[in-house]
């Protein structure tokens, strides 16, 4: 009982303290930091880094919004290779302590291209949010950390062919005629998916009435692979972050191309052509 009285204390805390309140907690690691949390603080994210894209990753760069039952991505790493602690997932809201309009002045996505000698290309983006709630205010099956992506493929005439976003480990595949774009972006929202936990979906006409603080399909700051601070991507690539994955990085590229590609297109996921994936 005490133990109980003790908890719904600190909880009833960390509701109210704002995310940017001063204080120095333990340091967290994901698999301790729904204990950390129990002191009432809300970890910001690191600042983000400056853009550093290539022309054509900015040029296909998905234009999102973000459903109000849940969280703006953030970067996922600083300059000073400070890495995202995320945020704990029992007993919280889905939107708690991650939907702050500052979220989307600090922003970054990540984003990485290969191409073959058959003309297609593969523009793969990553999206780092904090936490991933399944159940609301209770013991939740979600997870501190989620990375999602969305890819669009271009054939050798450089005209985008099909756009593909993640869905609880998979991707969901549509041809670019039945995407919905803002120019050449396409239009993607984050959503919670039922009673699952949040994904990517396609937007449709009603999604046009934005919903994220900007008022605007957004699109922050982009970082292409060879656009990060000397180490810094080495530094985010080895990080564990549980149960969610980076997509960009050597050892899930290939299976992420693979889960995105439509069956129509032949593609080697191993190799890089026509000088993919560049550099800003």
Known sequence: MAFRTLFFAAYASALTVPRNTTFTPPSPSSSTLDDVHLWGVAINPPTALPQAATANDLRWQPSLDFDTDGCYNVPAI?????????LPHNFVSPSSDCRDPSDLDNNNVYSRQRCNANGWCIYLYDYYFEKDVAIPYLLDVGH??????????VDANNKAQYVAASKHGGYQIKAAADVRWDGEHPKIVYHKDGANTHCF??????DDAIENAKGVWFRGPLVSYNGFPAGIRDLLYAHDFGKANIALKDSAFPGNIMSAKPTAITFDASVDALGSPGYP
């Open 78 to 86: 600083g300059a000073d290779g400070t890495i995202a602690q995320g």
């Open 144 to 153: 501190t950390h989620d990375w999602e992506h969305i890819a669009v493929w």
């Open 201 to 206: 979906r396609f937007a449709d006409a009603a």
